[in-house]
Structures are given as C-alpha cells and as structure tokens.
C-alpha cells in the first residue's frame, strides 16, 4: 500500500504539473522550455487527466458525458499501481494464499524454517539477498546447520492478515517458524487485545501442528503514548511466557533509532542493519535447532520472493 500510494502521488502531481504546461503552451509566449518539459513529462507518464481538464474548461457538457468513464479510470489505475516491480526487491500486496502454496512446497528434504513475517522480514528497500532470512541462512551454513530458510514475508502484513495467512505457511511443513507480526498493528493504533489474539491463535495452531515457533518481539515509537506504547512491547513477553517459546526480545535490537542503518524511512533496515537483524535472531534460534534435525547435505540458499 505505500508504494502503491507514493505512486499515485507521483502521478497527480505530475498530473497537476502537466495540465498547467497544457494550458501554458496555448500561449504564444510560452518560453521553449516549458514545451520542452511539457513534452518530457507526457513522454515519461503518459495520463488522460490533462485531457479532461481541458475538456472540463471547454464544455461542462461535454466533461459530465465522461464522468462515468473518469471513474472506471480511477478504480483501473490503483489496482495496477504495483505493476512496475523488479526482481530485485520483494513484491508486496496480497493474494490468495492457495494461489501461493506451490512456491512453498520445495523439494529440498532439509527442515524448513519459515520467517513468517511482514516487510521488515520481507526486505523492503533491499535485494532478496540481503533480507535476514538470507542472510540467517549464510550463517546456518557456516555454522554447519542443515537448514532451509523460507522467506514467507508480506510487506504490509498484520496480525489478521498473518492469520489468515497460516494454512499456506503449514502446507510447507516447517519446522520452525519465526514470527514477526504486529508491528503495522502498533503503527496503525489497532487494538492490542485483537493483536495479541491472533498471534496467540498463530501460536496455538502452529503448536499443534508440531511446529516449534520463535517469537520476535517489537517495539512502536512513543508518540502513540505511554500505555499503549509499554503493552505493545510486554504484549510479546506475555505471549512468549505463556506458551513456552523462545524470544527474540526486539528484532530490530541495534539498528532501530540508528540512521545509518535504516533507509530513509526511518523504519526499515538497509542492507547493513539486516546483518545484525540476522544476527539477533540467530542467537536466539540456536538453541532450538539442537531439537530438530535433518539429513542430507547442507544448503547455501534461501527461498525468496515467496510473499504475493
């Protein structure tokens, strides 16, 4: 949703832009550089909205005819606002989960772990490469750990949206599941007690299921106040305590705050900050991989561009 926002405000501001050199060019003043940009902005994103705005100042008639036609336009235009998206960064958005479910299914026969998370577990801004799951996999391969990590990220993604998510995730079989969710919860002011009832229903289900599960904790800026910001982060420890599974206290433990590890946004890792975001949960991941092993020869790969 981000990046389909930004991308809309890119087009009507260059919307804007392109119906007032529209109407400037009429003039025969009109300096050539205007022409020139003119022409440079209709080549680079080509729009109808100039079109009806002239058409508007020309005859209101005419322009209330379209109206039904300008409104298929704009319902179009946002479902196809993603579009442009490259193989260098994760894809975002939502599908049908059993849409998804074939990727999931590898042919490895190495235990899975699956990052089951939103966009800080996805790499949003960063190459497949270099998302902590990737990076969490280089370092099981180092460590002699036969492993395959699954990157089961969604940017975006919400507790609800993770529970809805979770029959896909166990269609994969793992054995263990990191999760990383509710941080767009916090950022949204939703309920912490709807929150913490789907990572509690995550959990339970996971569990029963066999799999062992890794909860990574996370924290939200103060300025949605003390109480909601103190239970957001103790909501983690609560659940962590009550059915016995291993932490990782703040995912983003030496890197949030922390400029030149996080990318203009403020909030998402660069590629730097996902090494140690790689690293916080490999210390808390090891313990548990001494209860589940695999045969079979070791990976040096991780499973991306999973997430719809």
């Known amino acids: 949703m981000t990046t389909c926002l930004q991308s809309h405000g890119q087009i009507f501001d260059t919307d804007h832009k392109m119906t007032t050199l529209f109407f400037v060019e009429k ?19 080509p729009s109808f909205l100039p079109y009806f705005t002239h058409l508007f100042h020309r005859s209101p008639f005419a322009m209330s005819l379209m109206m039904p036609f300008l409104g298929l336009w704009l319902i179009i235009v946002p479902v196809g606002c993603d579009t442009n998206t490259t193989s260098s960064s994760p894809q975002t958005g939502h599908q049908d989960p059993e849409s998804m479910s074939p990727a999931l299914q590898t042919q490895s026969g190495f235990p ?26 280089r370092r099981l391969d180092q460590a002699g750990y036969q492993f395959e990590v699954i990157n089961a990220g969604v940017s975006g993604e919400t507790t609800a949206g993770g529970l809805r998510r979770l029959e896909w995730v166990l269609k994969g079989k793992p054995s263990i599941v990191i999760l990383e969710l509710g941080a767009n919860d916090g ?28 909860l990574a904790g996370m924290k939200i800026p103060p300025n949605y106040g ?10 983690y420890e609560k659940l962590a305590r009550a059915y016995e599974i291993p932490l990782v206290p703040f995912l983003l433990e ?55």
């Open 187 to 214: 950022l949204r002011g939703q309920s912490l007690a709807d929150a913490y009832s789907n990572l509690e229903r995550i959990i339970q289900r996971l569990q029963a299921a066999g799999v062992r599960v890794v």
């Open 254 to 308: 030496g890197v949030a705050a922390v400029p030149e590890l996080n990318q203009a946004d403020g909030l998402h890792p660069n590629a730097e900050g996902y090494h140690i975001v790689a690293q916080n949960v490999m210390t808390v991941l090891t313990p548990l991989l001494r209860d589940v092993t695999g045969q079979g020869k070791r990976l040096g790969r991780v499973e991306n561009n999973l997430s719809p």
């Open 112 to 137: 899975r772990i699956v990052a089951f998370g939103d966009s800080l577990t996805a790499g949003l801004g960063v190459s497949p490469t270099q998302t902590y799951p990737a990076l969490l996999q």
């Open 27 to 45: 003039r025969k003043d009109t300096p050539s550089i205007i022409r020139d940009e003119r022409r440079r902005i209709l080549n680079r994103r």
């Open 226 to 235: 003390d109480e909601y910001t103190t239970n957001f982060s103790v909501m």
